[in-house]
Every structure is written in structure tokens, then in C-alpha cells.
């Protein structure tokens, strides 16, 4: 299981670091969003991964049996602050492409992008009609 | 426990609701609110300091559960005089808002404002590593909103920047938590610094590995070197009261990394003691040669103080790496000079703004806008205090640090790069008071474009108030190096700090058995 969970946090720690470096602003977000999974799911596995157990210590329990309840509530904690900070980021993103004009995180789209935006407009619209 | 610790987080959290209830009213009575708010945040912050002067920590337990297992909030003298500078700063920043109507400008200016300074003297009063990124989140989500105000396309493409960066660094600062907690089993930053001492030695490695992740945090929002790139843009395109709050918003950073690592890996650490330091040095540096560059390259005079900021950042970093009691207490004096000024430079970046009309603030030859004379002398001071030059405290700040570079072994480099950064700003500067206020042009071209508005009177109060701070602390610089000795002290004193706050009582223990 220690694999399994570390191999989820790495892969998508990997990708959310790869996709924040893209140049659009909606891989960028979804970048954040894969971040803020791979650290809810790191926070989560710091108290030790365990099976079955309650988070709340029952007296006549041993008390080595329970599963840490703090980490939970980081988590919780985390959850709710990445939640909030993706909307706010989709909707930042969404005036600024309207603002700008551009999806590019830099917001202002050179000549040769918007020469190849249009070039990939062109060469679509014989695909479209093709398929009508 | 006395509640005053815990009143200058909670009266901007309860005036900020009730800011909400007050929308859609005339923004008279927000007005009324907000400032009468902040001038009680200031009475309370000197009621704190008047607390903490005599040196015994203020632990607040937060639920009346006592540390480690509640949030604690701790009051000492550095984290009072933090609280009193931010609300000195966000006070005089309000009346340039209020007087020059830029919070007509959006709906959420006051909201925001309140939940700003919440975050911020949240985040210097918190004594739990948990909350303090809990604290971070409320600070930079308002600064989001504030740093919007007032919309345009400059501002949004800063905005974007500014959030992403600062969204990954909470990410890390998850991270750096979370690894913590595994090794430590506490997020108490006492408790830390205590159970590090004890800590296996083949954890060490994985515990330093998330004190330098901490680092890089606190240094995205100190805007260390070479992650400050967000700053210039951010501070130079937002409006003049939000970049001057913001001259705040770097010091949490320096703050941070003094509190917290000063804290956990401080003398008691082990083979950990002041581990990082070298960083802080070498990227505070680094930070300064590219700011003082910045200074020099700066088109327009918002950008020219963004990079003075961060030079200003750079020197605190410079004086907490170079670690020890007087650089430390160096440091808070450098501190409250150059937040307390930068911020004066931004409102004053604004009336030259306003008074040259379309030629904005851009370093080129325009008409002699009104009252030149009164903001040219007004700006002279301003750029003597900010470059660091006699007789004003700038010139006093870098003075104690760089006689407390004088035993460090990195001395010549510190020499250089503060003495040839300070050079490279004098020159920038003296050539931007030439070009605004001497280099005018004979007659105006068009008047119908260029004209630009009369000075306002009562906004610019709040310029000379702030920058009267300046020789004020060269007047009483006797007692004010005195009392950031003191605090430099009390910061160096981990085991008093631990000691202070995981022996705090709950109070009526009695009734509750």
C-alpha cells in the first residue's frame, strides 16, 4: 500500500508541476488543482497509512490503535483553501482572457501565435466540411 | 491570559462583517467604519506593545485548550512591533484611499482591507505553523482582491502572476508541513523547536529538506531572489494604497522565516542550528545586486520603488543571515524605516501620477505639473530616506548592519554589495528627480490631454505623515535600538519562548474538573 499511495503522490505531483509550466492559463489551473490533490493525499499519509482503525481513542482500546485524526483535519482544512483558490483562480483567468484577449499566461499573444491560431482555424474548416 | 493579544486579529475579522452588512449604503458610512477600526487596531497595537515592552510573552490559548494540542497565539516584542507597523501603515494608507477616492473605485475595498489586515496580524500573532498557513491564505486571498481593485489590463495580467505563484507556494508550504508533522508529531512551532533536539538522527536530513522548502515559501512572499519576479509587476500596476499596504506584505515573509526557523532550528536544534542561514545570506545578496540593477533599468516610477522594495527586502535578508543579536535587532530597526517609507513612495508615486496627467509617471521630459515644489522637496526626502543617505534612518539602518557584518566572515562581500547597491539607487534615483521635477518642458504641448489634477491637500497628509516617521527615528534612535535590542534578544531566547508558551495555564482549570 506505502507504494502504491507514494507512486499516486509522485505521479501527480509530476504532472501538476508539468502542466503549471504550460503557457495557457487553463492547464496552468489544472496543474494547481493536481498539485493540491498530491499534497491533500501527502498530508493524509503523514499521520501513517492504517487500516480499519477509528480516529477517535476509545478508552479501552490500546492506545496505539487509532489512526492519527489530525492529519484529517489538515486535510479538511486544505481541501476547503484549494477549493476556494481554484474558483478564484478559474474566474481570474476567465477576465483576463477577456480582458486580454488571450489565453497565454503572459497575456499578450506575439504576432506569430495569433498567425498560428489563425493557421489552425484555416486548416480546420476544410475538416469541418469535409465531415459535413 | 489577557484577550488583548487576541484582539488585534479578531477586531478586523468583526469590522470586516460588518462592512458586508453595510453594502449597497453610501460609502460614507464604510468610511466611517473602516477608519474608526483602524485607528482602534492602532490604539490596540500600542496597548500591546505597552504589554509586551517588559518582556513576558503574551500566550493566548485559543478554545482554552493549552498548548501543543490548541492554537496558541504568542505576543512578544518583535510580533508587537510588527502588529504596530502594520497598523501605522494601514491607517495612513486608508486615508489616502479614503481622501483620494480610490476605494469608490470597486464595491469590496473596505471588506477587503479589514480581511487584509485579519491575515496579517494573524499571521504575526500565531504561535502554530498550521495556522500560520491558515493566515497566509486569508492575507493573500484579500491581497488578491485588493491588488484587482480598480480593474485594467496591467492589473490583471500582474493579478494572474501573482496568484499562480503564490497558489504553488501555498502547495509547498502544505508539503513542508505536512513532512514536519510526520517527523515531528507537532505543529506547535514551541513544541517543534523542542522535539527537534530529540529528534532520530536519520530523520535530520528530511527534516532540514523541509525547513529549506519553508524557506522557499517565506521566500516567495518576501520575494527572495530568484523568486521575487511577480513583485514588480504586481506592486507597480496595483493602485497607490494597495502597493503601499503591501510594502507590509514582503516583511511577513522576512518575518516568517525570522519566527519560524529562528524558532525551530535556532540554537537548541542540534547539528540543525542556524543551518539555513547561508541561504538567507547568499540569496539576500543575490537579491540585492538584481534589485539595485532593477532600480537603475526602471522605466516608470512605480516600477523604480517596486525594485526599491525589494532592495529594501534584500537588506533585511542580508541582516538576518548575517545572524546575531545586533544584526538581528539591525534588521527590525532597518524594518520599520523601510516599510513605514516604501510605503510613503508608493502614495507619493501617485500625486506625481496625477499631477503630470497623461504623462502618468513615466521618466520622460513633461510640463511642470502644480505644487512641483512642495512634492519635488517632499520627494527629495523621500528618495534620501529610501537610498539610505544621512542624515535620515535609512543611512542609520544600514550603518548598524553593516557594523554587524563586520565579524562575519562574508564581510567584503556584504561591504560591496549593500555599499555598490546603495551607489547604483542614489544614482537611479538623483536621475529621476531631475528627470520629473528639473528637465520640464517650456509649455504644454496639448493642455486639453495632458493636464493633469491639482494636488489634493488632504491625501497627501498621509504622505508627509508617513514620512515623518523617518527622522523621528533618527531623533529617538536611542530608545527605538534599545527597545529592537531587546527584541532581537527575546527572539535569540528559544528556550524561554518554549518554555513560555507549552506552560501556559488554561484558566478555570478548577471548574471544568
Known amino acids: 500500500m506505502e507504494y502504491l499511495v507514494s507512486l499516486s503522490i509522485g505521479v501527480l505531483t509530476a504532472t501538476g508541476v508539468f502542466l503549471t509550466l504550460r503557457a495557457r492559463t487553463f492547464p496552468v489551473v489544472l496543474g494547481l488543482t493536481l498539485l493540491a490533490y498530491a499534497v491533500n493525499l501527502f498530508l493524509f499519509s503523514m499521520g501513517r497509512l492504517t487500516i480499519g482503525l477509528p480516529a477517535i481513542i476509545d478508552k479501552t482500546a490500546k492506545a496505539a490503535q487509532y489512526s492519527d485524526p489530525l492529519p484529517q483535519a489538515l486535510v479538511l482544512t486544505a481541501i476547503v483553501i484549494a477549493f476556494g483558490m481554484t474558483a478564484f483562480l478559474i474566474v481570474l483567468a476567465l477576465k483576463a482572457r477577456g480582458e486580454l484577449a488571450s489565453d497565454h499566461v503572459d497575456g499578450l499573444a506575439d504576432n506569430q501565435q495569433i498567425a498560428g491560431q489563425q493557421n489552425i482555424v484555416k486548416n480546420s474548416d476544410p475538416d469541418k466540411g469535409a465531415a459535413e | 491570559m489577557s484577550h488583548l493579544t487576541a484582539w488585534p486579529v479578531f477586531l478586523p475579522l468583526i469590522t470586516g462583517f460588518l462592512l458586508i452588512l453595510l453594502r449597497g449604503k453610501d460609502i460614507y458610512y464604510q468610511r466611517i467604519v473602516s477608519l474608526a477600526a483602524v485607528a482602534g487596531l492602532v490604539a490596540l497595537a500600542v496597548a500591546l506593545m505597552a504589554v509586551s515592552l517588559p518582556g513576558e510573552y503574551q500566550v493566548y490559548l485559543l478554545g482554552n485548550w493549552t498548548a501543543p494540542f490548541g492554537i496558541v497565539l504568542v505576543a512578544d516584542r518583535a510580533s508587537a512591533l510588527m502588529v504596530s507597523i502594520t497598523a501605522v501603515l494601514a491607517l495612513a494608507a486608508l486615508w489616502y484611499a479614503i481622501a483620494s477616492d480610490t476605494d469608490e473605485k470597486g464595491p469590496h475595498f473596505h471588506v477587503l482591507y479589514q480581511l487584509q489586515l485579519f491575515g496579517l496580524n494573524g499571521a504575526f500573532l500565531t504561535g502554530d505553523l498550521f495556522n500560520l498557513f491558515v493566515f497566509f491564505e486569508v492575507l493573500l486571498l484579500a491581497s488578491y482582491g485588493l491588488l484587482l481593485h480598480g480593474g485594467g489590463r496591467l492589473r490583471t495580467r500582474a493579478g494572474l502572476h501573482y496568484v499562480v505563484i503564490n497558489l504553488i507556494g501555498s502547495t509547498l508550504f502544505l508539503f513542508a508541513v505536512g513532512t514536519l508533522y510526520g517527523l515531528l508529531g507537532t505543529l506547535n512551532i514551541a513544541d517543534m523547536a523542542a522535539r527537534i533536539a530529540t529528534a532520530p538522527g536519520n530523520n535530520l536530513g528530511l527534516i532540514a529538506a523541509a525547513g529549506l522548502l519553508l524557506l522557499v515559501v517565506f521566500g516567495v512572499k518576501a520575494a527572495m531572489f530568484p523568486l521575487y519576479l511577480w513583485l514588480p509587476g504586481a506592486y507597480a500596476n496595483t493602485s497607490a494604497p494597495v502597493a503601499a499596504l503591501f510594502a507590509i506584505m514582503t516583511k511577513v515573509g522576512i518575518y516568517a522565516i525570522i519566527r519560524v526557523h529562528g524558532t525551530i532550528f535556532g540554537s537548541g536544534a542540534g547539528e540543525l542550528a542556524y543551518y539555513y542561514m547561508p541561504w538567507v545570506l547568499g540569496l539576500g545578496l543575490m537579491t540585492l ?50 516599510t513605514l517609507i516604501a510605503g510613503a513612495m508608493f502614495l507619493l508615486a501617485d500625486v506625481i501620477l496625477k499631477g503630470r496627467g497623461a504623462f502618468e509617471d513615466r521618466f520622460e521630459s513633461a510640463p511642470e505639473f502644480p505644487d512641483a515644489a512642495l512634492v519635488g522637496a517632499v520627494f527629495m526626502f523621500g528618495a534620501v530616506a529610501i537610498t539610505g543617505m544621512p542624515p535620515l534612518s535609512g543611512f542609520f539602518g544600514k550603518v548598524l548592519i553593516l557594523n554587524a557584518a563586520l565579524q562575519h566572515e562574508w564581510v567584503v562581500w556584504v561591504f560591496a554589495v549593500l555599499l555598490g547597491g546603495g551607489l547604483l539607487t542614489i544614482v537611479a534615483m538623483a536621475r529621476t528627480g531631475s528627470t520629473i521635477f528639473y528637465r520640464t518642458l517650456p509649455e504644454n504641448p496639448s493642455p486639453a490631454v495632458t493636464a493633469g489634477e491639482p494636488l489634493n491637500r488632504y491625501a497627501f497628509l498621509a504622505v508627509i505623515g508617513l514620512f515623518l516617521v523617518s527622522p523621528v527615528l533618527v531623533i529617538c534612535a536611542q530608545p527605538v535600538t534599545a527597545f529592537t535590542a531587546s527584541a532581537a534578544d527575546q527572539l535569540l531566547n528559544g528556550t524561554a519562548y518554549i518554555e513560555a508558551v507549552l506552560s501556559a495555564p488554561a484558566v478555570n482549570q478548577s471548574i471544568e474538573e
Open chain 2, 289 to 338: 545586486t538584481f534589485a539595485a540593477l532593477g532600480v537603475m533599468a526602471a522605466r516608470n516610477l512605480r516600477g523604480q520603488i517596486a525594485y526599491l522594495v525589494l532592495a529594501s527586502v534584500a537588506t533585511l535578508l542580508i541582516g538576518v543571515g548575517l545572524n546575531g543579536s545586533s544584526a538581528l535587532s539591525a534588521t527590525l530597526y532597518y524594518l520599520i524605516h523601510s
